[in-house]
């Protein structure tokens, strides 16, 4: 079975903070994807990444950055966190290529920014 | 971007009856998802439907979709206490590993 780990469940940072949330997969999976998730708002797509080194923005990449340094980690960065971005995150990997393919999500990090 | 939305939003029933949820989206696809989440995890893939497929069995749920409408429904037969989660349906619109998700259906199953 696919493994995704995030690093972790709860978190709590200040507004300013630079924050980092991590995620690692088990599966060599080329794609990489970063969500937050809010009530009433359902999954927004803040960025994904394709291949070692390479990103791609989302729906809201705005206040966020990502890195993808080795194939199975894929860490997404608040610059300067802000309240507005307390929220849960989740981390979701696919094999690439392959349209009907399920994406295989993380349990999540609850963040929130004081 | 385009998203699915499910109906209807929350769903209470009874140990043993069945539950139906439907989605609906708005452009072409490439295939359909069903995800479940539990409170406070993360999303579980249930069932993948393609643009060509009609309708898909998998243990208790069955899934239909109908393109000429862009909907689909979820149903889950004979349900457990522990079929209790959010489900999403999620829509893979161009075939280049993007989702997008409907703002998900709370089922409550009470034992």
């Known amino acids: 079975d696919v493994k995704v780990t995030q690093s972790s469940r709860y978190l709590v940072k200040r507004t300013g903070e630079k924050v980092f949330l991590e995620c690692v997969q088990d599966?060599?999976?080329?794609?990489m994807f970063w969500y937050r998730q809010d009530p009433g708002l359902g999954l927004r797509l803040i960025y994904f990444s394709y291949d070692v080194k390479m990103k791609e923005k989302g729906d809201i990449p705005e206040g966020y950055s990502v890195s993808r340094e080795k194939k199975e980690r894929f860490s997404l960065i608040l610059e300067s966190a802000s309240t507005n971005q307390t929220s849960m995150y989740l981390c979701?990997?696919?094999?690439?290529?392959?349209?009907?393919?399920?994406?295989?999500f993380g349990d999540g990090t609850r963040l929130s920014i004081l | 971007s385009q998203q699915g939305e499910e109906d209807p939003q929350a769903l209470s029933i009874q140990e043993g009856e069945n539950a139906t949820m439907n989605c609906s989206y708005k452009t072409s696809i490439n295939n359909l998802q069903w995800y479940r989440q539990n409170s406070g995890r993360g999303l579980v893939h249930l069932i993948l439907i393609r643009s060509n497929e009609r309708e898909k069995h998998s243990g208790r749920l069955r899934v239909t979709l109908d393109t000429s409408k862009k909907s689909s429904s979820l149903l889950i037969t004979a349900s457990r206490a522990a079929d209790t989660a959010s489900y999403f349906c999620?829509?893979?619109?161009?075939?280049?590993?993007?989702?997008?998700f409907g703002k998900g259906n709370q089922v409550v199953v009470i034992p």
């Open positions: 599966m060599d999976h080329e794609n």
């Open positions: 979701a990997s696919k094999v690439r290529d392959r349209f009907n393919q399920p994406q295989h």
């Open positions: 999620a829509t893979d619109a161009r075939g280049n590993n993007r989702l997008a």
